[in-house]
């Protein structure tokens, strides 16, 4: 990939991520200085809220009308506020805003966050592209095909309907009865919009989007975290710095999975907590919109991540209880209006989502340590990986100065409890508190993620407080006992913000040497699985599935063993295979064919159940997805099989055709059970049997 198709790439991104959102805090009058930080989470919001309300009433779900609603919607609120603040001043003037470092403000501030920001984009994008062979590399394992098929899915079909992800990926049995009956599509719909003039493939445009998200939001996302617990520069400059040194987050997530929606989903927790904060403290009434926007937003990307939003903000709403007793009513009617109109915005995807919960809360992950473990590796910030004693220290010293600010104990609370959920999910298999981990599918990596996003703020407190001491130490032995001040406190004793700053960016520097096989490592773990050339995909398969539309016609379905990588064929090369996941399990017939296929000509069976599938095309590559992974019996001798041709084969992977004129009845036959396959909205593949079939009982098939 040329440098030209790369900055176009994430220039799309830049605009699709931050644009929507800045015309909306604009029309909502949130403060630019805001504005960057919480623009992604108010665009996901608003283009969610078009979706779900658009797609109720027929909207086509491309850019142009899209852009037109979202125009429209903003002018609206836009007009709404300027006219209430004109005939109601009193109730709808410019409330007061205070400073936003408050008492903590020095000169220079805001070079310092700049140059946390920086620094910290700069570690996670380098670790990123290494990790994945300079964004070429492919995701070999569990969940990325899914993700890429729904962007050309929902980019192709141009309707937002989450419904649509259980058609695709059970097209062949009645939706109720099968596991997968929605999915919260917005991550997919929203990237959906740029991706077609991006002019890459999908897998590089997935990349170049983390790339963004690694450069630029997550110190952004880690600021807004660490604005909650304080104000300090340093404090927040400083954990935007190490946001991208540990492992567990973000990394483990991205290569486990990997879970992308549910990072960036996690990347505006943060920004959401600010922004409902500062709305309610500041008495911004234009801001409920925005904050209502946001909580769509944020459940649409991945609806656990409203049980991660809950907790912090309640700490926090019991902090002001005791700390703002008077104003506590106020801010929590703000918050409550606030959610009760997310709600009422969200309804459609949520009612959707709730068709979900059932299935989600039956996930099960065993634990992989006993609890002495799991509290080992909480305290050295591992799970599989290296342990992590700088960054372990750092986060003491956080811990250290929130002890020693009351102001900050309601962090605390959080923290501990997530501390409490990770002890559970990795260290025991007592389903007593298996509600509580339900909405994050019981997954031990998941929580673990969550606790180490709440640490890192105090990774960044921790540097603040031992560059104050340095500061303070220096001054003190520089200062001269001749001169005193009024309150007898020696004079030149009390700390520069130059030396504080200086002794920060010193212990930054000591650590990050010190965290040099971190960063080595925090690369290695995404490149354990992203492979330009894997054991799942290589290089010649990625080859050919790009190049399939060359021989098989649009509406074709292609018979494929899932466990070998061919779930990718759709996001590729825009066919569809039988199989679309590596987590569907086949229905009876298609299970038959998998199996039977050389019984074609003698067996009436399996020559009816491939015939209603409508297979003529077969791909076979020895690619697995897990090394143990046998090929289904009726793949693994395709060129003994007379009426099976060869159409093209590239390394490992190659593609056949069957001649059905070979076969009893003919190609016949096989047109005359097309009859009960219905195309639905013009999209290949997207099909409603009429005569569906039962999903076979096999557990996973991989």
């Not at 001169?483 to 002794?503: E, Y």
Request: hydrophobic letters at 55%; proline letters at 6%.
């Amino acid at each position: 990939m040329g440098i030209g198709p790369l900055l176009l790439c994430v220039l799309l991104i830049v605009v699709l991520w931050w644009g929507p959102g800045w015309i909306l805090g604009e029309a909502l009058g949130v403060r630019r200085v805001l504005l960057p930080v919480v623009a992604p989470l108010l665009g996901m919001g608003v283009l969610t809220v078009i979706g779900v309300m658009g797609n109720a009433l027929g909207l086509s779900w491309q850019l142009l009308p899209v852009t037109a609603v979202l125009l429209v919607l903003s002018a609206l609120l836009f007009a709404l506020r300027i006219t209430l603040r004109r005939y109601f001043p009193d109730k709808f003037g410019s409330a007061a805003r205070p400073a936003v470092f408050g008492k903590h403000r020095f000169a220079g501030s805001w070079w310092i966050l700049l140059a946390g920001l920086v620094a910290g984009g700069a570690v996670a994008a380098v670790s990123w592209i290494v990790g994945t062979e300079g964004l070429q590399g492919i995701n070999q394992d569990w969940d990325i095909p899914w993700h890429a098929n729904m962007i050309r899915l929902i980019s192709v079909n141009h309707e937002w309907d989450p419904s649509i992800a259980g058609n695709f990926a059970y097209y062949d049995t009645n939706i109720p009865e099968a596991p997968i009956r929605s999915y919260p599509i917005a991550f997919h719909a929203v990237l959906s919009l740029f991706w077609p003039m991006s002019g890459v493939s999908i897998p590089v445009f997935l990349n170049v989007f983390v790339l963004v998200m690694m450069a630029v939001q997550l110190p952004l996302s880690t600021m807004a975290l660490t604005m909650l617990v304080t104000r300090r520069p340093i404090a927040v400059a400083a954990a935007a710095a190490v946001a991208g040194w540990f492992t567990v987050y973000p990394y483990d997530l991205l290569w486990r999975g990997p879970l992308i929606p549910f990072f960036a989903g996690m990347l505006l927790v943060g920004p959401f907590a600010l922004l409902a904060v500062k709305g309610a403290v500041e008495r911004q009434k234009f801001w409920i919109p925005g904050i209502a926007f946001g909580a769509v937003g944020l459940i649409a990307v991945h609806p656990s991540l409203a049980f991660v939003v809950l907790p912090v903000l309640l700490f926090w709403l019991l902090s002001a209880l005791v700390r703002r007793k008077g104003r506590i009513l106020g801010i929590t009617v703000y918050l409550a209006v606030s959610g009760v109109l997310a709600v009422i915005l969200g309804w459609p995807i949520i009612a959707q989502m709730l068709k979900e919960s059932e299935r989600v809360s039956k996930q099960v992950w065993a634990a992989d340590t006993d609890r002495n473990g799991a509290i080992q590796n909480i305290i050295f910030l591992n799970h599989g990986s290296m342990a992590m004693p700088i960054l372990t220290a750092l986060v003491a010293f956080g811990c250290l100065a929130v002890v020693l600010r009351i102001r900050m104990w309601w962090y605390l609370g959080p923290v501990l409890a997530f501390a409490f959920l990770s002890v559970y999910t990795m260290g025991t298999d007592n389903p007593r508190f298996m509600t509580l981990t339900a909405p994050f599918y019981d997954d031990q990596w998941r929580i673990f993620g969550i606790l180490v996003m709440l640490l890192v703020p105090l990774a960044g407190l921790g540097v603040a407080q031992l560059a104050e001491a340095i500061a303070w130490l220096v001054a003190r032995i520089r200062s001269r006992p001749a001169k005193s001040t009024p309150d007898g406190i020696q004079a030149g004793r009390r700390p520069s913000h130059v030396v504080t700053a200086a002794a920060a960016a010193a212990v930054l520097l000591v650590s990050g040497i010190a965290a040099i096989p971190y960063f080595k490592q925090n690369a290695e773990r995404i490149n354990i699985n992203t492979k330009v050339d894997g054991a799942t995909l290589s290089a010649s398969e990625v080859g050919l599935l790009s190049r399939i539309d060359q021989y098989v016609p649009e509406d074709a379905t292609v018979l494929n063993d899932s466990c070998d990588g061919s779930v990718w064929m759709y996001a590729l090369g825009n066919r569809m295979p039988m199989i679309r996941h590596f987590e569907i399990l086949p229905t009876n017939r298609q299970l038959l064919v998998l199996q039977k296929l050389p019984e074609l000509a003698t067996d009436p069976e399996v020559r009816d159940a491939a015939a209603e599938l409508g297979i003529e095309w077969v791909y076979i590559a020895d690619g697995r997805i897990r090394a143990w992974d046998e090929p289904k019996a009726g793949l693994t001798q395709p060129d003994s099989i007379p009426y099976l041709q060869l159409v093209v084969r590239e390394g490992n992977a190659a593609l056949y055709k069957i001649d059905w004129s070979q076969l009893p009845g003919g190609k016949e036959a096989f047109d005359a059970a097309a009859t009960d396959r219905l195309q639905l909205d013009g999209v290949s593949g997207i099909l409603e049997n009429r005569n569906p079939d039962g999903i076979a009982p096999l557990g996973r098939i991989c």
